[in-house]
């Protein structure tokens, strides 16, 4: 039996922070459209930047050769938005119209956006515009709401557990605290994930406001049973729980700022241990996906182009254990996944001893 496709031509952008496995999606959205449904697809350039201004790559085979391992994203992303782009003078303008009209001219039959929360609130957006839309939950703070994951997140763990584990040798030799940031976007995945793999010592994550006291204390008794480091990873985001506690990490700076300076200095001054503060910043965005995080891009890719052929749009296709399944934009739209309490994360830290600052 003749299957009916539901699209012919469809457009494709990543928007948002990069993150590893951006082009082995859009790899697998474009090799799954052209070659199993003989679509034809546009990438855009710079995010949303590139369809308003009507900036596009028709991608062919020859382009998606030699993508899977590649950090970044050929096409290159931003964090405009149509409905707040900025012009040559500096204001912010309403352009959704011009992104509705290339659609138009194009005569695409939907719009892959690879993006984060802030790109599906934009998708819904267009959505709400009449455009036909699906997009893919990436991000290395696998922060997203209703999927179990999102591509990124697993190579930026490599990363930071990478670190951590070379901060560990030098942290022990010179017997020092080292306080290292770890990004996550007020969400704790990313530093609690690459804690308990690189086994620090403390984590302070924004979910579970801490007490420089407790910090105190887990590094005193470490050195009682002779071990003189600690690591603490500081995630993204992570406040002191008691304006006390403000002050003690802080007694003179906005504290939600310095976090890991001022709780190192305060550090120093309870303990008498000289310690250090590193920050991974967008290290940990960079370089090649790791084979998960290909497998997850190239996954989700291909189930993108399938529910478009059955004219499946208005979702994000959602990782839930061994599935792919669309998850209305609506749910997924100004929602943040943070770490629940009872998570297996959490109660593993704590019954191995791992300080999480309370
Ligand atoms: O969302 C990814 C992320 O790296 C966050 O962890 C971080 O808060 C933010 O992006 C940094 O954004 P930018 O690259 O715009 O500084």
Redesign the pocket.
């Known amino acids: 039996m003749a299957r009916t496709v539901n699209a012919r031509s469809i457009g494709i952008l990543t928007s948002?922070?990069d993150c590893p496995g951006l082009n082995a999606a859009i790899r697998g959205v474009a090799k799954a459209a052209i070659g199993t449904y003989g679509m034809e697809v546009f990438g855009f350039y710079d995010g949303f930047t590139g369809l308003v201004e009507n900036r596009f790559l028709r991608l062919t085979d020859h382009d998606l050769s030699g993508l899977l391992t590649l950090g970044g994203t050929i096409l290159g992303t931003s964090?405009y938005k149509p409905q707040r782009m900025p012009g040559p003078d500096g204001t912010t303008r309403d352009r959704t119209d011009a992104a509705l009209d290339v659609y138009r001219r194009l005569n695409l039959d939907c719009l892959v956006c690879i993006g984060?929360g802030g790109t599906a609130k934009v998708a819904l957006h267009l959505r709400k515009h009449g455009m036909n839309v699906v997009t893919l939950p990436k991000?290395?703070?696998n922060d997203i709401a209703e999927t179990d994951v999102t591509f990124g997140f697993d190579s930026a763990m490599y990363i930071a557990t990478e670190a951590l584990d070379r901060l560990h040798t030098t942290a022990s030799s010179h017997q020092r605290i080292i306080l290292v940031d770890i990004?996550?976007?007020n969400t704790g995945w990313l530093a609690l994930g690459a804690s308990l793999a690189g086994g620090v010592d403390v984590c302070l994550i924004p979910e579970i406001p801490y007490q420089v006291d407790r910090i105190v204390e887990a590094v005193s008794a470490r050195t009682v049973k002779g071990r003189r480091f600690s690591l603490i990873a500081v995630g993204?985001g992570a406040a002191p729980k008691s304006a006390e506690d403000a002050a003690k990490s802080d007694e003179a700076l906005d504290h939600e700022a310095v976090t890991s300076a001022s709780l190192a200095l305060s550090l120093e001054k309870a303990l008498g241990m000289e310690s250090r503060v590193t920050t991974l910043g967008?290290v940990q965005?960079g370089g090649i996906p790791t084979p998960t995080d290909r497998l997850l891009a190239t996954l989700l890719g291909v189930k993108a182009a399938e529910l478009i052929a059955e004219g499946v749009f208005g979702v994000m296709v959602a990782v839930r254990g061994e599935d792919l399944v669309p998850v209305p934009l609506e749910k997924v739209a100004g929602r943040k996944r943070t770490v629940p309490m009872d998570h297996p994360w959490i109660q593993t830290a704590r019954h191995i001893g791992l300080c999480l600052g309370d």
């Open positions: 948002g922070g964090r984060g991000t290395i703070d990004m996550g976007h993204e967008h965005r």
